[in-house]
């Protein structure tokens, strides 16, 4: 098993993932002992997402103790006074310094937090084959994408981490980002949208907005408002369901007004992206959908959403996936070379299905080869991107001059590339299947 390791940090979970290059999909790493299977659907034959309970038990020495599912799993067996640590990552984003007895020392909730991290990422990295050079990479809450020194905070814990459990070399995405490529939101540059996480009884609603950097692809991000409160402080089970409904409203009121505030209205909103293990209670879930009539809400992906997006952008895939150049295919028509529009400006990645479908003639008797040269066509030209490596594509049998040999479908995958699959139109044995032709911009 390969692939780069993401750890998305939450208050009542951790969730682990990775990309899998055969099947071109990031997945969720199950950890023997750290991790169980989750269900956050009602659909029984729906996939289960692993995740460990951010859950910490300290033994008679600092060095030992028992994380996520081990600590679930020893409730029962418990005996003795020994506190379980949870809602670890709060510490890290407000900066107190609250010290508890742990392990036969006295430890703050950083460091607490800290020794159950560098243990997720060690297991999670034995499980995975890594070598201490591996990039881990790490979602990085809202509240850190909006104040310079929480994210100098949290990334400095965070490297604390990353070297106590045996690495040296980290990543950080923002969780907003992560979150809605995971949850299957198309991000645009200027669109808004909000992230909502309901998370071991705490909420946090954020308006982001997306963007890029002038004369570069880099993207942006920025945090209009944002609101971090207990759900009926702090356990909902305290409250009724109306009560907690209410409240939340009331936190997204605040949320939008807060954005209103900068000019920017609430019914404009690209959509509502939902994580955490709150999302899939009922009451919070319409209250969701009859608060944002209108506006699409991605609400299906609640725990994987920002460990998988994050692990698809560490990929190469990039969350403002659309196309900034028009781009064709070149081909010989008598003795005059003509292009075939392929994508145009603007066209978002990856494609609702082909974005061109064409039937390639031979040029000449006897003609088996044929390369696929890609133009990026400009007012002042056109400009081949693929020159030095076409995609080839050969058949089974030669044809006369002039003869459709073969019919193709063009589409483009998540990481921008222009993908090909062709079959022969005599024999229609496939030629080629979601091959790489050229890589867009």
Not at 240 to 267: F, H, K, P, V
Request: glycine residues 10%; aromatic residues 8%.
């Amino acid at each position: 098993m390969a692939g780069r390791l993401v750890i998305d940090f939450g208050n009542a979970y951790t969730v682990a993932a990775y990309w899998r290059q055969v099947s071109r999909q990031a997945e969720t790493l199950y950890v023997p002992g750290v991790m169980r299977p989750i269900r956050t659907s009602t659909d029984r034959n729906g996939k289960a997402v692993y995740a460990a309970p951010a859950l910490i038990l300290y033994g008679g020495a600092a060095e030992e103790y028992l994380i996520g599912q081990e600590v679930a799993e020893n409730l029962s067996g418990l005996t003795d006074d020994r506190k379980i640590f949870s809602n670890l990552k709060l510490d890290i984003i407000t900066g107190k310094r609250v010290y508890s007895a742990a392990g036969g020392r006295r430890l703050s909730g950083q460091e607490i937090a800290r020794d159950y991290i560098a243990a997720v990422i060690s297991r999670a990295g034995q499980a995975l084959g890594l070598g201490s050079e591996a990039v881990i990479t790490f979602t990085v809450p809202v509240a850190a994408c909006m104040d310079e020194a929480v994210w100098q905070r949290y990334r400095s814990w965070l490297a604390g981490a990353v070297r106590q459990a045996g690495f040296t070399r980290m990543e950080l995405v923002e969780h907003p980002w992560a979150a809605a490529w995971g949850a299957g939101m198309r991000i645009k540059p200027e669109d808004r949208y909000l992230v909502l996480d309901l998370d071991a009884g705490i909420v946090e609603a954020a308006v982001v907005q997306a963007g890029h950097s002038l004369g570069c692809d880099e993207r942006q991000l920025r945090v209009l408002s944002h609101v971090r409160e207990w759900l009926m402080g702090p356990t909902v089970g305290q409250a009724s369901d109306n009560e907690c409904a209410n409240q939340l409203e009331t936190i997204l009121q605040q949320t939008l007004r807060q954005a209103a505030r900068l000019g920017y209205a609430g019914d404009d909103l690209a959509g509502v992206i939902v994580t955490g293990d709150g999302g899939q209670q009922l009451p919070f879930k319409q209250g969701i959908h009859d608060f944002f009539v209108g506006i699409p809400i991605y609400d299906k992906r609640l725990l994987d959403a920002a460990a998988c997006g994050a692990a698809a952008l560490t990929a190469g895939f990039d969350a403002c996936g659309y196309i900034r150049h028009n781009y064709g295919l070149r081909y010989l028509d008598q003795d005059h070379y003509q292009y075939r529009l392929l994508t145009v400006s603007g066209t978002f990645y990856p494609s609702d299905g082909p974005v061109a479908e064409l039937t390639i003639r031979a040029g000449y008797e006897g003609q088996q080869e044929y390369a696929l040269f890609i133009y990026r066509l400009e007012q002042g030209g056109s400009h081949c991107i693929n020159e030095d490596s076409p995609l080839i594509i050969t058949t089974g049998a030669p044809a006369s001059s002039g003869q459709a040999a073969i019919q193709a479908s063009i589409s483009i995958d998540g990481a921008g590339q222009l993908v090909v699959t062709a079959y022969e139109v005599g024999s229609k044995q496939i030629l080629v299947n979601n091959a790489p032709a050229a890589k867009l911009m």
